[in-house]
């Protein structure tokens, strides 16, 4: 029976600068930094002959190692199996790219899930009780299986299943659930990987005024909330659409948004660490908008007490707490609001 994979996968980036103030002036940036390495290259081509779903045995980094006993202790936890490990180089079960970590592996009944939706939502929820993030660049969903992708700094998960859904041209609907039908297979690859930012669904307009000012080493985009990352307005009131980005500081996990001033190509970082007004670290929202000074969104249930001189971009989590980034004609501020 065919399966799908669940994947972790790790990759640090360095913080090459520190920054006093929200805003970052433009600089060059670096053109060699999304070349492959050597080790990669030579390990891409040692595995391109092999059958994809191989995994040569051998060792693996320290840091992926604790990447991969953290996503085992999650997976035996949430869905009470017994989990099989296997570490060396593989092609993993998203995209085939070649990697140097774990694999595992397990099998179990739908009767022990605790979670009615099914084992790979809840190894979902488990992994973010854990601190891991959900990234949409990875996910499928289908009567036989579902996947998805977890990150936590430089590590991604991809948690994946497969099972028997059923023949939709099957007459009998009736029939019981055979023994077959209410199993279920497990995958988890665990390897190093760095979030990119040129497959963020961004379009390059935007993103190239950051990576201009020399961004892309510093912050990831992130796509742990929504799918694509950034909203447009006109942020610092100046006649110009803007866009925000949800990003990543790379060398912490801090979360927080960027603001792609389209007029004066420059870009302010609000949270994820900066120093800016408001939260220091945005991982605990789960909603992010726009807010149109000049009309009434009602899917914002809150509305801004002070007077922004553009539109503002709300967060939020939940019905808990939430707040407006706005501009005030000098400078960011952020108005919390509670529920």
């Given amino acids: 029976m065919p399966f799908f994979g669940l994947l972790v ?4 980036a360095a913080d090459r600068a520190q920054r006093t103030d929200a805003s970052v002036a433009m600089r060059p940036s670096d053109s060699t930094a999304n070349r492959p390495s050597p080790d990669s290259i030579s390990r891409q081509a040692t595995l391109s002959h092999e059958d994809p779903t191989l995994l040569r045995p051998g060792e693996i980094p320290p840091a992926v190692r604790v990447a991969c006993d953290s996503a085992s202790a999650i997976t035996r936890d949430a869905l009470a199996l017994a989990v099989h490990r296997e570490e060396g180089n593989y092609f993993d079960s998203s995209r085939e790219t070649p990697r140097t970590g774990c694999r595992l592996t397990g099998k179990g009944s739908f009767k022990t899930v605790p979670d009615q939706s099914g084992p790979v939502d809840a190894l979902h929820n488990s992994f973010v009780r854990h601190g891991w993030r959900h990234d949409l660049r990875y996910g499928a969903d289908g009567p036989d299986g579902a996947s998805v992708g977890m990150r936590r700094r430089d590590m991604l998960c991809l948690v994946s299943g497969r099972w028997n859904g059923g023949d939709d041209s099957d007459p ?10 209410d199993t279920y297979q497990i995958f988890v690859e665990c390897a190093r990987d760095v979030a990119p930012n040129n497959d963020g669904e961004l379009p390059d307009s935007i993103w190239s005024v950051a990576r201009n000012a020399g961004l892309d080493s510093l912050y990831a985009i992130s796509m742990s909330v929504r ?6 307005g006109d942020f610092d ?4 659409m803007d866009a925000a980005v ?6 912490t996990g801090k979360i927080g948004i960027a603001i792609v001033h389209r007029g004066t190509r420059q870009v302010t970082i609000l949270g994820a660490g900066s120093g800016s007004a408001g939260p220091d670290d945005l991982e605990w929202i789960d909603r992010w908008e726009r807010f149109h000074k000049e009309s009434i969104d009602l899917m914002i249930r809150d509305r801004p007490k ?14 808990s707490v939430s707040g407006f980034y706005g501009w005030t004609g000098r400078t960011f501020v952020y108005e919390a609001h509670k529920r």
């Fill in 237 to 240: 009131g100046d006649g110009v």
């Fill in 227 to 232: 799918s694509p990352p950034y909203v447009d």
């Fill in 9 to 12: 996968a790790c990759a640090p």
């Fill in 172 to 181: 009998d609907t009736s029939r019981a659930a055979t023994n077959q039908d």
């Fill in 246 to 251: 949800l990003v990543e500081r790379r060398s």
């Fill in 306 to 319: 002070i007077q922004f001189a553009g539109d503002a971009v709300w967060v939020a989590r939940d019905d």
